[in-house]
Each structure stands twice: as structure tokens, then as C-alpha cells.
């Protein structure tokens, strides 16, 4: 029995202190509350109530992209970035008029190499005309004097397309976006809604396409860097999605709505009837809407870039256009073909994948940037 007694006395002997915790384990003070993130609610099921927005504090009175991180001081200006994306363009036209005296071969020349660089036939022949008028008229003699009067032909021609979209007509404001797969479309939107944000006003993107693998996931990631509510479903109809995303944007006060739609190439005429749906039902739950139906196309498909934009206008009424990936395309003359056969107003150009690569459009700005006219010598 005492055998027993002294074992259990040394059983219930303080045990050696333990080891130091390692920096990962030790114990933190305790958190603060968890902030809700932005949502991605189904859309049979959206609150009344607004979500209050995560991520950084803002100044008050700011909005929350206010508060992005700032270029820093070597990233390249906006300008300084549509001249590398247009470079080579503006290196096939561009060289076509150093250290030489104008004459017909110098037009000729010109004529190819702007059929090139997509400005289509009848710009391209529009501009030649005007050009050999201006030769004859102004008595111009070298190659750089017509390159001039070139950028000055280009910017009166792109210049109605100037017309920066404005979003304070309606409350909310619904934009519907459209385009074939891999224009960027769902990029685009993810980078309109930083820029409407540094506005000022609040926004609600519409996850509508529900047909392309993870283009649901793709504009809730968008939604997460801007904090933003998406409205999404796991599958079904893409005009219910928008139909809620309207109705959740009414409830809520929200600014903008942006309803993204299924990419469509434009000869599956039964899935373009689908987007003409989408927009049919925008207009139940919004009589005076979509106030803005805006096409992407991507800058590198050239003279398809027209295609596109009579079979989409004829499909839903295009109201504006976004040109994407201008970045190292050879076809930066394909907005001059817009401009000249169906011309609809280039609200935002995009010459890259950050988020501040979306710009509105400038002709001035665009026409230096394709002429390379900085570099003028």
C-alpha cells in the first residue's frame, strides 16, 4: 500500500515547464471584429440592406479606391504608356515619311501602309485624298510637313468620338457590357469600377455571364480588389441576374450597376438573341434602362472590329464602345476605320492589364501616340 501511495505522490509532482512557443504559436492580443466582406449573394436572395464595403480605410468623405496605392515615382506615364503600346504602329507609319520629299511614290506608300495598320479602305482613301489636296494647296514639301497635316486629318476625324460617359443621369445607372470572348470585357469591367469609384460612386457588378467557364469567379475576384457586392448565381438565367442586380442596386442606393454578358461571337445568332434578352429584361426592371450598352472589342482583331460592332449593335444597340489591348498591336489604325463607317463614341481605351490601363479616350493623345509625333525630328 505505501508502494502505491509514493508513486502517486510522484505522478502529482509539477511537470517540467514547457518549452517557448514558437513566434506563430504564441498568443496575440485578442482580434478585432471581423469586417464583412464584399458579397456574393444569389440572386434569389439579396438583402435589402447594403453590405458595408471592406479593405482600407478611407479618408472621410473618400471613397475607398481613393485610398489605391499611388503610381510610383519611375512607372511610366499614361501618355509615356500609349506610345510604347502604339509603337508599332506608329513605327510603320511613321517611317514612311523620314527624310524624304513628298511625291507620288511617298503617297503610295503611305496609302499601303495605312491599309496596314487597319484604317480600312475607306478612311485610308478619305485621308489620301485629303492629303494630296493639302500637297497641292499648301505647297507642302517634306515628309514630316505631311505627316502633320496627317495627325491634324486624324484628329479631326476621331475626335466625335471623344465623349466621356457620364454616369449622373440615372440613379442607378446600369451599363450593360457586351463583346466576344477574350475582348476583356470582364477585365474591363473589374477596372471601370475603380474608375468610377475614384468619382466617387458607389457601384454593383452583375456577374450575367453565366456561359464561360469561371467568368463568375473571375468579376467576384474584381469584385474582392475594389470591394464591391457581385451579384452572381451558380448557374441559370443571365437575365435574372440582372433583373436582381438592378433591383438589389434600387434597394441599396448603389450609383452604378455594370451587368457583364455571356461572350458571343456574332454569327451564333440564338446566344446573341440571349444578350438581346438580358437587355429586355433590364428595361422591366428599369423602364429607362440600360442606359449604356458599351462593346468591347479587342484592339488586335482589326477590320473584325467592325464586324462585330454592326452585328452587337444590331443585337442589343451599342451606345459606346472600349478598345482593349492596344498594347503592342499593329492595328491601332482600326479606330480611324470606326470613326469613318460606323461610328459610335470611344468611351475608354486600354493599353494594359494594371488596373489604372484604362483610360478615357483622347484623340489628340491617341493621334501623337500613332504618328509618334513627340519624336518628330
Known sequence: MFDFFKKLKKQEAPA?????LAPDDRLAP???PARPEPVSA???AVPDAAPALAGVEAAPGAPAAAQAEEPSADRPSWLQRLRSGLSRTSAQIGGVFVRRRIDEDLLEELETTLIMADCGIEATQYLLTELRRRWKQDRLETGEQLRAVLGELLVALLAPLQQPLVVSGHSPFIIMLAGVNGAGKTTSIGKLARHFQAQGKSVLLAAGDTFRAAAREQLM???????????????GDPAAVAFDAVSAARARGIDVVMVDTAGRLPTQLHLMEEIAKVRRVVQKAEPSGPHEVLLVLDGNVGQNALAQLKAFDKAVGVTGLIVTKLDGTAKGGVIAAIARTHARPLRFIGVGEGINDLQAFDAREYVDALLDTGNMT
Open 42 to 44: 444569389p440572386a434569389s
Open 16 to 20: 517540467a515547464e514547457p518549452a517557448p
Open 221 to 235: 475576384e474584381w469584385g474582392r480588389r475594389n470591394d464591391v457586392t457581385v451579384i452572381a448565381q451558380e448557374g
Open 30 to 32: 485578442p482580434p478585432e
